[in-house]
């Protein structure tokens, strides 16, 4: 049973901090791409940043030079760390990963996480 479990959300002042963390676990033979993803009330669900296993990562426009990625790929993390946040970066972040499983290593599927909640406050 592979699972992603997300940690870090909270209530910030706008200008403000927080860093996100993600850990992928369970029987895992490798993982692809990880990344990070948001979804405001009545929205969809959008692409906030993206990291391949060589390290190469890829960022929303709206979140350019406040966020940054982070990947360890020997403990099976991704975070995120988002500074001088606004309160249009209030939404439900979740994590997601493209991995492979023991049981289906050629077939990597995405996995995704329970969201955790992030309000910037004006």
């Known amino acids: 049973q592979v699972r992603l479990v997300e940690s870090g959300g909270g209530l910030v002042q706008a200008g403000g901090s927080l860093r996100l963390s993600c850990t992928a676990s369970?029987?895992?033979?490798?993982?692809?791409?990880m990344g990070w993803y948001r979804q405001a009330p009545g929205k969809q669900r959008d692409m906030v940043a993206v990291?391949?296993?060589?390290?190469?990562?890829n960022y929303a426009d709206s979140v350019k030079g406040r966020f940054t990625i982070f990947r360890d790929n020997a403990r099976n993390t991704v975070d995120l760390q988002m500074n001088s946040l606004k309160p249009e970066d209030t939404a439900v972040y979740y994590c997601?990963?493209?991995?492979?499983?023991?049981?289906?290593?050629?077939?990597?599927?995405?996995?995704w996480g329970q969201g955790t909640q992030v309000t910037v406050s004006s």
């Open positions: 990291i391949a296993s060589d390290g190469s990562s």
């Open positions: 369970g029987s895992i033979f490798s993982i692809n791409a």
């Open positions: 997601s990963a493209k991995i492979a499983p023991y049981h289906s290593r050629y077939s990597p599927r995405d996995y």
